[in-house]
């Protein structure tokens, strides 16, 4: 399996940046699909995830209301629409491919990209 994330880059707050996540490799409609983070000094942390099947979403209340995660199985892709940015969201971002629930820790997932940079200004 290969993961392919971009998209990031460096925007001002209040800004939006909108990541992709390109996946090859497994049928993508039957894995749930999940975006973490990473700032400098902190652990992996779970942002978002959507199910496969009925397309369920997950956030972290840290981005509730703020981001959206979508998914095009046509085209084996998973989006992070990323609004109203803040100077913490600075980060590192992944995209994963799930192997088992729950959908928020990191250690049921089993494929990782490899990280696209978020950078907010303030």
């Known amino acids: 399996v290969q993961l392919q994330a971009s998209g990031g880059g460096l925007v001002q707050a209040g800004g939006s940046l909108r990541l992709s996540c390109a996946a090859s490799?497994?049928?993508?409609?039957?894995?749930?699909m999940g975006w973490f983070r990473q700032a400098p000094g902190k652990e992996r942390e779970f942002e978002a995830a959507?199910?496969?099947?009925?397309?369920?979403?997950y956030y972290a209340d840290s981005v509730k209301g703020r981001f959206t995660i979508s998914r095009d199985n046509a085209k084996n892709t998973v989006y992070l629409q990323m609004n109203s940015l803040k100077p913490e969201d600075t980060a590192v971002y992944y995209c994963?491919?799930?192997?088992?629930?729950?959908?928020?820790?990191?250690?049921?997932?089993?494929?990782w990209g490899q990280g696209t940079l978020v950078t907010v200004s303030s």
């Open positions: 959507v199910t496969y099947g009925d397309g369920s979403t």
């Open positions: 994963a491919q799930s192997r088992t629930p729950p959908v928020r820790r990191p250690d049921s997932y089993g494929y």
């Open positions: 490799g497994r049928t993508f409609s039957r894995y749930a």
